[in-house]
């Protein structure tokens, strides 16, 4: 059963999107190098940084016990899935600028097949240890990170039978792959501790 949900979680990982940073850290001779953009104002350079937006957000109001144990679930669950959904994203992006460069479709395929491969070495493992829970979650938060659900995302790269197997046996189990998630009503409480968790505020 578990292995249903890492096979899904790492299709899944081929797809997401990432925007670009503004600041990237790079690591030379053991010290931290901060690159920056700049702009030229009458012959002057001046680096700049656009910060990143930080919402200031109330604590969560727990109408009963059972809501604050299923936001403590939901706590530990994110806090797992969110940088593999994360992952996904950046991998992604990384993906598409390679596709991008390529023209013909066999070698496209070739390429889709290799990325699949080094994905398997890279993130099998660790996804082995996701729980139903974490899996379900993972699916969820994927549709934040790229906008899209999980469903599409497989059929988009793997194919239409890819993704209506895989669905067919997350329905098995209790999970729908075409979930998609809204932050702002189903997946409020999701939202608010994703906002939190950002702010180093838990």
Do not use: C
């Not at 994110?78 to 992604?92: F, G, T």
């Not at 660790?126 to 990170?145: A, C, H, N, V, Y």
């Not at 599409?152 to 075409?178: D, P, T």
């Amino acid at each position: 059963m578990r292995r249903y949900m890492v096979l899904t979680a790492l299709l899944l990982v081929l797809a997401a999107s990432v925007s670009a940073q503004n600041v990237r850290t790079e690591e030379m001779a053991g010290n931290e190098v901060y690159l920056l953009e700049s702009k030229v104002v009458q012959g002057d350079t001046i680096p700049h940084i656009v910060l990143r937006e930080v919402k200031v957000v109330p604590d969560w109001k727990f109408r009963n016990k059972r809501e604050r144990k299923t936001y403590n679930r939901f706590v530990k669950n994110i806090k797992v899935a969110l940088p593999y959904a994360r992952a996904a994203a950046h991998k992604l992006n990384s993906i598409n600028a390679e596709l991008g460069q390529i023209e013909r479709e066999k070698e496209r395929k070739e390429f889709l097949k290799e990325a699949e491969k080094e994905l398997f070495n890279e993130f099998e493992k660790p996804l082995r240890k996701l729980t139903f829970s974490q899996g379900r979650m993972l699916i969820k938060l994927i549709d934040r990170e790229t906008g899209d659900t999980s469903y599409n995302l497989i059929k988009e790269y793997k194919g239409g039978f890819s993704a209506f197997f895989w669905q067919s046996v997350a329905r098995l189990f209790g999970s729908n792959l075409k979930d998609e998630y809204d932050g702002e009503r189903e997946d409020r409480m999701i939202e608010h501790i994703i906002i939190m968790i950002d702010n180093g505020m838990l």
